[in-house]
């Protein structure tokens, strides 16, 4: 049976920047009803059934059950969300992630400004991801709806914002730009994206769906 993951922060720890009604509505709602979908489906099903959200995710993407890869890989894709969020953001990224993304983008400004461009220019309901290639090289990607990198293995996660308007309505109304300049700065766990950027390097992983 897959988990709801409790918030690794306090429901009002982001208050200045992300209100604790969104958060609240946010996961104990939106994220909690997918996990209940995917545990609903899963008793269901006859046949392979994996034990992890993870191998879920990615054996109904095999098998293109949309039901069952809509809620799993949202369940997914929030619980990782969450990870990506912390109340000390700090400085920017760092270390050998910094250095990546100079080396894709040119400067670190010249990738904040990609990063709320690229999200901000998103249609509709989705994603902004930023991944690590099998080489090293890190890319920002936005993905429509429910998908997710892990469903075919190609690249590694390092951090996500939610693009979805649950995520950011009730406090930056149709302000996405405004939503993504604020989790850019404010919100966005660069700590946490520069140990999976080092996780790369090292062949190891550093976080997973909690069960």
Same mark, same amino acid.
């Given at each position: 049976?897959?988990?709801?993951?409790?918030?690794?922060?306090?429901?009002?720890?982001?208050?200045? !920047?992300?209100?604790?009604?969104?958060?609240?509505?946010?996961?104990?709602?939106? =994220?909690?009803?997918? /996990?209940?979908?995917?545990?609903?489906?899963?008793?269901?099903?006859?046949?392979?059934?994996?034990?992890?959200?993870? *191998?879920? /995710?990615?054996?109904?993407?095999?098998?293109?059950?949309?039901?069952? %890869?809509?809620?799993?890989?949202?369940?997914?894709?929030?619980? %990782?969300?969450?990870?990506?969020?912390?109340?000390?953001?700090?400085?920017?990224?760092?270390?050998?992630?910094?250095?990546?993304?100079?080396?894709? %983008?040119?400067?670190?400004?010249?990738?904040?400004?990609?990063?709320?461009?690229?999200?901000?220019? =998103?249609?509709? !309901?989705?994603?902004?991801?930023? /991944?690590?290639?099998?080489?090293?090289?890190?890319?920002?990607?936005?993905?429509?709806? *429910? *998908?997710?990198?892990? !469903?075919?293995?190609?690249?590694?996660?390092?951090?996500?914002?939610?693009?979805?308007? =649950?995520?950011?309505?009730?406090?930056?109304?149709?302000?996405?730009?405004?939503?993504?300049?604020? %989790?850019?700065?404010?919100? *966005?766990?660069?700590?946490?994206?520069?140990?999976?950027?080092?996780? /790369?390097?090292?062949?190891?992983?550093?976080?997973?769906?909690?069960?």
């Amino acid at each position: 049976m897959i988990k709801l993951p409790n918030l690794p922060f306090a429901p009002e720890a982001l208050e200045l !920047s992300m209100s604790t009604a969104t958060l609240r509505t946010h996961h104990d709602k939106h =994220h909690a009803a997918y /996990v209940k979908k995917v545990n609903g489906f899963m008793a269901e099903r006859q046949g392979e059934k994996p034990t992890t959200l993870e *191998a879920i /995710v990615r054996l109904a993407a095999k098998e293109g059950d949309k039901k069952l %890869f809509n809620n799993a890989a949202q369940a997914w894709n929030h619980g %990782f969300f969450w990870q990506s969020l912390t109340a000390d953001a700090g400085q920017g990224p760092t270390g050998a992630l910094a250095r990546a993304i100079e080396a894709k %983008f040119r400067s670190l400004d010249a990738f904040a400004e990609q990063f709320a461009t690229q999200g901000e220019g =998103h249609f509709g !309901s989705g994603w902004l991801w930023l /991944v690590a290639e099998a080489d090293g090289a890190i890319a920002l990607k936005d993905t429509h709806d *429910a *998908a997710t990198p892990i !469903s075919d293995g190609q690249t590694t996660p390092l951090l996500t914002c939610d693009l979805w308007e =649950h995520a950011y309505y009730l406090d930056y109304k149709n302000e996405r730009r405004r939503f993504l300049e604020i %989790f850019y700065t404010k919100l *966005a766990n660069w700590r946490f994206a520069e140990a999976q950027y080092d996780a /790369v390097h090292a062949n190891a992983r550093t976080w997973a769906y909690p069960q």
